[in-house]
């Protein structure tokens, strides 16, 4: 069976609209913010680098260009719901089913079922040729689905035997084959008692007059006003967030090996002194000089007071004599 390859773009388009916004906002605060953060202190100097480049906006084009991406699916993806709405809305009858390709056979098939209130997700493993081509969730059970747009052959019990076999091997709830003519009779008498179900053409068209005599009015992700103010909403929010982020302060060495500032000259010191530097070696606190204590002596009576001058005057005598420059000094 072909297996349709399916690009990351296809994959985001495949998704509703909100989420493909939601993954376009988190990837871009994820490059333009989340980089620098995780990694500014790693201790990993590639990982820090890596962080470093991202702050001063090197990766700032490549967050736009995710966001951006992911916004075009999101318009792929409301578009595709549009033409999905569309398609179901305006089939006639059996006719206008068999004019459709398989592609949008399996978009008309994967819609019904969406308006029957099951979650469907393209596999992708479908194709012209066969295939898981839908899933459906509903109550935690999934079924799975393979379309059949022959036009002129009807489907045999050799296809309806292979989704027996995906059935037990995937353990799933039920399988449906849906088809654009019929079953033949061994086909459906294999079907019968098991967890297969077979859809026909006429039993789809009636499935889908069902759905169109409904008349659904469109849900807020069908609108264009919706659409177009999530993508404003997501676009202003980018621009704006480099605005309230608080400015990352350069490389500045951090206090404890900043050299200690030299000591500032004395404002009564010459202007020609050299300066000198304080001693990289932790200077201890210097501890304050004693201060001497001078007592006072007792008054000395009169005849101390002569005693005193006259041993003064002898001493000054002997001072004098081995001493000769005293004697030619002059008197004050």
Known sequence: MGKRKESGFDLLASMPWPVCLLLGMMGFIGIQYGIER???????????????????????????????????????????????RHLLESQTGMASLGSMDWRSFERLVGEAFRRQGYVVKETGQGGADGGIDLELSKGG??????????????????????????????????VKIVALGRFTPDAAAFAHGKRI?????????????????????????????????????????????PKLQPARPTNVPSASLRPSPAPLQSATATQGAPLVRAASAPVQAATPPSQKVYKAEPTMSSEELRDWEKRNREAMKILEKTTPELESAPAH
């Open 197 to 241: 179900e077979l859809v026909d053409g006429h039993a789809l068209l009636a499935t889908v007059k069902s759905i169109q005599a409904r008349k659904e009015p469109e849900g807020p992700l069908d609108r264009a006003l919706f659409f177009i103010g999530g993508v404003l909403i997501c676009l202003l929010i980018a621009a704006a967030l």
């Open 38 to 84: 995780l990694w500014w202190s790693s201790s990993n100097p590639f990982l820090s680098g890596f962080a470093k480049t991202a702050s001063i906006g090197v990766y700032t084009p490549i967050a736009w260009l995710a966001l951006c991406a992911c916004c075009l699916a999101a318009f792929a993806s409301f578009l595709g719901r549009r033409k999905r």
């Open 141 to 174: 059970q999934i079924t799975l689905v393979q379309c059949k747009q022959w036009r002129s052959q009807r489907v045999g019990v050799q296809t309806v035997r292979e989704m027996y076999g995906i059935l037990m091997d995937r353990s799933a709830a039920a």
